[in-house]
């Protein structure tokens, strides 16, 4: 997708942009300081002349424009920091500095990409994977989440993938295939590796469905909330449903305090990275497309050992792959049963190099 340069175009040819109707549209415009310097710097101003050569638009300008014409925003980033040949400067500095928010503000040109909004009407197989590892004590609310499923209205296919659990977990997962095989596919895989990635990678390399769910088996997100997500999300193959914890007050004790905090400082250390606000940077529930989990397999990221959880992974290689991220508020809940399965500081350490390796890189 060849990005078109705006300070060259024509009103018709603006316009025929957005009206040849495409899936994605990628601009480039000129920083909105460096605008009127080039402009004046050319004579090429009322202050000059009586009327201009070239046309003066913005990135607001070509947001407002996709609203008409039914384009959302992915996303925008700084292409050129300045006008000034920069050839001597290594890439990895060029490629942080790019990320730095006010340099970003600042740049000499900015790329932004749209995507064409279009709501899928079409029925469709909905793969919901749950990741279980000692979660035992949680068979109740998995009864209530299984029999809740059956208010989605498309075809569904659930996944549990079972993680050499220390207690009865997979045989609490063999009972439950075996009293709801008649309302969904159920399969219930032993997880070969360990690690909530890998669970969710070995569950969703065997699914057959068009849009791919994650959902928790502690169920400390309101299940409600889990489906309403899906339900938004299968609407649409070019958007990512991040479930956000963080918005609405949470139950007492349902996040440690330096849980609370590290992740806080993620989401918003993400936010720089993908220039897209976060709110909640390690939810364990988000909804996204076939197509997206395609994108992911093919360019390796999906299978990749660095991020230990995978959230990190999808975030970012949404905004990598041009899939709009949207924030879901969620209610969250104290675990009933149970601890959680993460190590937090050799685990955040992981993350922070997962976000390393993003900012270093043309992203």
């Not at 997100?221 to 963080?246: G, H, P």
């Not at 991220?325 to 190590?343: E, H, Q, T």
Request: overall charge positive; aromatic content about 12%.
């Amino acid at each position: 997708m060849e990005s078109i340069t705006t300070w060259h175009l024509t009103n018709n040819q603006l316009h025929q942009a957005f009206k040849n109707d495409n899936e994605f549209i990628r601009f480039k415009v000129r920083g909105n300081t460096w605008e009127p310097i080039i402009r004046w710097l050319k004579l090429d101003s009322r202050i000059f002349r009586e009327t201009t050569n070239k046309a003066r638009i913005t990135l607001c300008d070509i947001e407002s424009l996709a609203e008409i014409y039914n384009y959302r925003p992915i996303r925008w980033k700084a292409k050129k920091i300045t006008p000034l040949k920069t050839n001597f400067v290594p890439k990895i500095f060029k490629n942080i500095f790019r990320k730095i928010p006010i340099i970003r503000e600042l740049a000499f040109e900015i790329e932004i990409v749209l995507y064409k909004y279009k709501e899928t009407k079409k029925e469709q197989l909905i793969s919901i994977v749950i990741p279980a590892r000692n979660e035992e004590g949680n068979k109740s609310l998995l009864i209530t989440a299984l029999e809740k499923f059956k208010a989605i209205p498309h075809n569904i296919e659930i996944i549990f993938v079972e993680g050499n659990s220390k207690d009865n977990t997979f045989k609490m997962l063999e009972n439950l295939k075996k009293d709801f095989s008649d309302n969904f596919k159920i399969t219930l895989l032993k997880q070969t590796s360990k690690g909530k990635k890998n669970a969710v990678v070995e569950g969703f390399n065997i699914s057959s469905g068009n849009t791919l769910a994650i959902i928790d088996s502690d169920l400390t997100v309101d299940i409600d909330d889990s489906i309403d997500a899906i339900i938004q999300a299968s609407k649409n193959e070019n958007i990512l449903i991040n479930c956000s914890r963080t918005i609405f007050p949470m139950e007492k004790d349902a996040m440690r305090w330096a849980n609370y905090i590290g992740n806080r400082c993620f989401a918003i250390l993400l936010s720089i990275i993908i220039n897209n606000p976060v709110s909640d940077s390690l939810c364990g529930t988000k909804v996204f497309s076939r197509k997206f989990f395609n994108l992911m397999k093919n360019n390796g990221s999906w299978e990749s050992k660095l991020d230990p959880f995978g959230d990190f992974t999808i975030i970012l290689e949404a905004a990598n792959n041009n899939i709009k991220i949207l924030n879901y508020p969620v209610r969250y809940y104290a675990r009933k049963s149970g601890a959680p399965n993460i190590s937090r500081w050799i685990d955040g350490m992981k993350l922070l190099r997962v976000c390393w390796f993003y900012i270093t890189s043309e992203f």
